[in-house]
């Protein structure tokens, strides 16, 4: 038999929480009496309830690495699938530039190599009709 709290004016809500607790507690140690709950049966859901954690980050973690295995596979694929068009885009790239060089040609522009610019140079051909400056 269980014997009954005696709590110092407690609150009737205190008095049957604490009451139905006790309850629980008589219950569950006269099933575990009867046999009706083996410890063994109670251990073994405790032990596998506490490895449901571990589980499910396994099977989370195992679904992340089958993406990222993934990505290596996509990649190469995507590279061969648009070969072609990255053939296209260089081709037309160099169009571009060797109509930038012919332009430069006929505009007299720069080399691009020398990087010179002309402007803020004296010439160093002097027209016939004036003398050069006399060196001392």
Request: glycine residues 6%.
């Amino acid at each position: 038999m269980v014997a009954v709290r005696s709590v110092a004016n407690p609150s009737l809500t205190e008095a049957i929480s604490s009451q139905t607790e006790l309850l629980h507690a008589y219950r569950f140690v006269r099933l575990l009496e009867q046999g009706e709950i083996g410890v063994d049966r109670l251990s073994e859901k405790l032990a596998k309830a506490g490895g449901v954690v571990a589980r499910v980050h396994a099977n989370i973690e195992a679904k992340a690495d089958a993406v990222i295995a993934r990505e290596e596979v996509l990649t190469k694929r995507t590279t061969e699938a648009f070969s072609p068009h990255h053939a296209m885009l260089d081709d037309a790239a160099k169009g571009l530039d060797a109509l930038e060089a012919q332009l430069a040609l006929v505009t007299n522009d720069p080399l691009p190599s020398s990087g010179a610019s002309l402007e803020g140079e004296t010439a160093s051909i002097y027209p016939i009709t004036q003398n050069p400056p006399k060196q001392r």
